[in-house]
Nanobody, 115 residues
Framework: QVQLVESGGGLVQPGGSLRLSCAASGNIFSIPLMAWYRQVPGKLREFVATITSGGRTNYQGSVKGRFTISRDNAKNTVYLQMNSLKPEDTAVYYC?????????WGPGTQVTVSS
């Protein structure tokens, strides 16, 4: 089990950028899959992006080309660079670490895109 803490959320204007960070309490080198999800009130949590231990990435269609997920194993940190933000990106963003059937979640960080 690993503890995760997200940071970097906030209020940004449409078209702006934010970088989210997810700091892990332990070594993430061996964790097969790290991911970012997001959730708005009244809706299910949805997948945003994933990155494998080998660096392979996958994105939800609506963020492809705008968001970039990366991981720094030496710092035990995963990042989500978000560019060209839109109001519909407003949500609480969660970091997740998946090993087999076990998924650990962070508490989330709020991202609000509004003028």
């Amino acid at each position: 089990q690993v503890q995760l803490v997200e940071s970097g959320g906030g209020l940004v204007q449409p078209g702006g950028s934010l970088r989210l960070s997810c700091a892990a309490s332990g070594n993430i080198f061996s964790i097969p899959l790290m991911a970012w999800y997001r959730q708005v009130p009244g809706k299910l949590r949805e997948f945003v992006a994933t990155i494998t231990s080998g660096g392979r990435t996958n994105y939800q269609g609506s963020v492809k080309g705008r968001f970039t997920i990366s991981r720094d194993n030496a710092k035990n940190t995963v990042y989500l660079q978000m560019n060209s933000l839109k109001p519909e990106d407003t949500a609480v963003y969660y970091c997740a670490a998946r090993s087999g059937s076990v998924i650990d979640w962070g508490p989330g960080t709020q991202v609000t895109v509004s003028s």
